[in-house]
């Protein structure tokens, strides 16, 4: 994937600091959490930790598809879709393992590969 455009890049550096990450099950019922354990990797995919997520692991396991949504402090939002991918080793582990605190179990690294971004309704990828 190539990079991320640069208003986005831009916005995610000034996003509130949790952001809405949402799946769905194999019947196509949607789950929807907060969360404020995410990084941005080579500013081209986004990296959630799984810390504490059940639902969402579940289905991840079952080929979900997802979005994340977030928000800029200036109340710019920004929706951004794509494959997922889920790591337990490997240097999207690693990554995800130098900014997940501690205190947190990180289990493993969802990992959005973007394939559409909006903001608000128009399409910037």
Known sequence: MEKLPKRVL?????????????TVNG??????IY???????QESE??????YFQKTFENIQQGSKATVLFITKEGKSFQIK????YHTEGS??????????SKHP????????????FSGKEKLL
């Open 92 to 101: 999207y582990y690693s990554f995800m393992k130098t900014w997940n605190p």
């Open 27 to 32: 019947e196509g019922i949607p789950n929807s």
């Open 82 to 85: 794509g494959e997922l991918e």
């Open 46 to 51: 986004i990296v959630i930790a799984n810390n």
């Open 10 to 22: 831009d916005a995610w550096e000034q996003r509130e600091p949790a952001v809405v990450f949402t």
């Open 106 to 117: 990180g289990h493993g690294a969802a990992v959005l590969k973007v394939s559409e971004i």
């Open 35 to 41: 969360a404020t354990c995410v990084g941005l990797y």
